[in-house]
């Protein structure tokens, strides 16, 4: 009984040891370990033994099957676990998906590209910022009914003593004062890029959105630099056939003060269903006040100014081919949305 213990284990070691066919392997385990294998047979030989032989056998015969099974699991187990890979090298690989800026970062950093070029430096200021910069130096003082407009998110932050309390910007000429004191003497010539907030949200409205707004300081700066300027910018952006004009109204910060309007890009000026007149409102412009250059330590009997702020969002649904019947889309991060820009 033991030599042929000993045989069964030497041989099945040995062939063990030969292969790393999973299917030998399998055979193997079966012909030695399964139910009606070698093992399992001397098993039932066993009984008939002496107790003595017996327990002497049951020994060596536990041995035998633990050495057979420690050499084979581990070697099916790494067999069964290889992948059989079917690799042809001659199809196509697949693509990664390439992504793109968000179409209001793209009409930004157009925005920014086509003021760079007549002479405007890119600026940010603080998004959370003093009463003073967005409402008192601009000559809106405390109370005073412009503000009410402006749908202003307060922050719950210590009042400054000078500057009054924080809120968020409700629009960037925030950047107007803190430009002219960053600067100190002009010329000035900013382009303040940077996210605003108001209480508002409907079809035109997300309460946060963005501005970009352009200052220029300058000894004999007037409204037809403020025209030029606007033109310029229409026909970059929109396209040579739009048309632009100024439509009096009112800031407090700007005297005079206008309305910016462009032609609708479906009749061209003609008037039609959707533009009714011809003219799409872009925003608002003027020649800065002599208090706020006054608040920002310039002269006014030195200098004069014109500045202009328009939202990001607005301005880029206004380029003609691009469809959006709802501003809020924009920041709704449907990828199905957003691919198409
Ligand atoms: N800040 C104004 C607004 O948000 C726009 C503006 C900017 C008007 C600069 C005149 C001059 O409506």
Known sequence: MRQKLQNI????????????????????????LGKSGYLNEIAKQLKDLELSDRIEAGKIFNDVKFAISSALEPKL????????????PTLPGTHPPVGHLHP??????????????IGFSRVRYPEADWDWYVFESLNMPPGHPARDTLETFFI??????????????????????????RVGKPP?????IAKCYRRQSDISHTVMFHQFEGLVIDSGISIPHLRGTI???IHHFFGPDRKSRL????????????????????????????????WLELGGAGMVHPNVL?????????????????????TFMMKSGVKIDDLRLLYGNDIRFLNQF
């Open 247 to 278: 439509r009096p109204f009112h800031f407090q910060f700007t005297e005079p003060s206008f309305e910016v309007d462009i032609t609708c890009d479906i009749c061209l000026g003609k008037g039609c269903r959707l533009c009714k007149e011809g």
């Open 231 to 233: 033109d310029y910018f």
């Open 188 to 192: 000035v010539r900013m382009i303040n």
């Open 104 to 117: 209001v970062t793209q009409a930004i950093e157009e925005i920014s590209s086509i003021f760079e070029k």
């Open 9 to 32: 284990k030497n041989e099945a070691l040995a062939m063990i040891m030969q292969t790393s066919d999973r299917e030998e392997l399998e055979n193997i385990r079966i012909q030695y």
């Open 156 to 181: 719950d932050a210590p009042v400054h003593p000078k500057l009054g309390q924080m809120v968020l910007t409700t629009h960037t000429s925030n950047g107007q004062v803190r430009e002219m004191e």
């Open 294 to 314: 006054k608040a920002g330590k310039i002269d006014p009997d030195e200098f004069t100014g014109f500045a202009f702020g328009w939202g990001v969002e607005r």
């Open 77 to 88: 187990k790494i067999e069964n676990c290889k992948l059989k890979i079917d690799l042809d």
